[in-house]
């Protein structure tokens, strides 16, 4: 299966700020996602990253406040814009391919706003 | 509609007894998969099985084992004699065969004791 390195592990940001967080695949992937995970909650998707085009938002999430690039099959980064405290959470980036039934997981980025 | 559901919140054994986590799910789709995720506390989710809907045999590895009824819509997933490092948070999720998103539980926290 694939190896996903996601940068950066962890970070703390000042409310009002951005943080780009980056999703690098050892190999080709058709699919890339991006996953929310609020504290003790479970995961919820935030977008699909298409190659060369706009990503898929999920309800509720908007590209202003989630803007995500994915320039080529193995890279994708997903912006928290206008951080606010109720950003902090676990952010993972989830690659699959289309024989692929079960996805790999990043390792994930915890955020913290403060 | 489709749903996971992952009842118990928390639970807490002492090192050596068994451990049974319960899942159930629902969906109207007759081709759908089925997975259990792990994540330690360091965040990252580990895949740990996945089952096809027509594929009722139960799996068994090593200490891990998984019991699919599609008659009860269930999937649970059974620790022998677990240990320490089994602490973590585990998640069923569904994923059917029109669409490349998952369906997440919402865990279960597993404590086990020394």
């Known amino acids: 299966s694939a190896v996903i390195s996601q940068k950066p592990s962890r970070d703390i940001c000042q409310r009002g700020t951005s943080l780009t967080i980056q999703c690098q695949v050892d190999?080709?992937?058709?699919?890339m996602f991006w996953y929310r995970q609020q504290p003790g909650q479970s995961l919820t998707l935030i977008a699909t990253a298409n190659q060369g085009s706009e990503a898929t938002y999920e309800s509720g999430f908007v590209i202003d406040k989630f803007p995500i690039s994915r320039p080529n099959l193995t890279f994708s980064t997903l912006t928290v814009s206008n951080m606010s405290p109720e950003d902090s959470s676990i952010y993972l980036c989830?690659?699959?391919?289309?024989?692929?039934?079960?996805?790999?997981f990043g390792s994930g980025t915890r955020l913290t706003v403060v | 509609a489709q749903k996971v559901t992952q009842a118990q919140t928390e639970i807490s054994v002492v090192e050596k007894e068994d451990v049974t986590l319960d899942c159930v799910y629902e969906?109207?789709?007759?081709?759908?998969?089925l997975f259990w995720y792990k994540q330690p506390p360091s965040g990252e989710l580990v895949f740990l099985i996945r089952?096809?809907?027509?594929?009722?045999q139960n799996e068994i590895s090593g200490r891990y084992s998984w019991n699919f009824q599609k008659s009860t819509s269930s999937f649970n997933f059974t620790i022998t004699a677990s240990q320490v490092v089994d602490s973590a948070v585990y998640f069923c999720a569904l994923r059917t065969s029109g669409t490349y998103k998952y369906i997440f539980g919402t865990g279960t926290r597993l404590k086990v004791l020394a």
């Open positions: 969906t109207r789709d007759t081709t759908y998969y």
């Open positions: 089952r096809n809907s027509f594929d009722e």
């Open positions: 989830s690659v699959g391919s289309d024989v692929s039934v079960s996805y790999t």
């Open positions: 190999s080709q992937v058709t699919m």
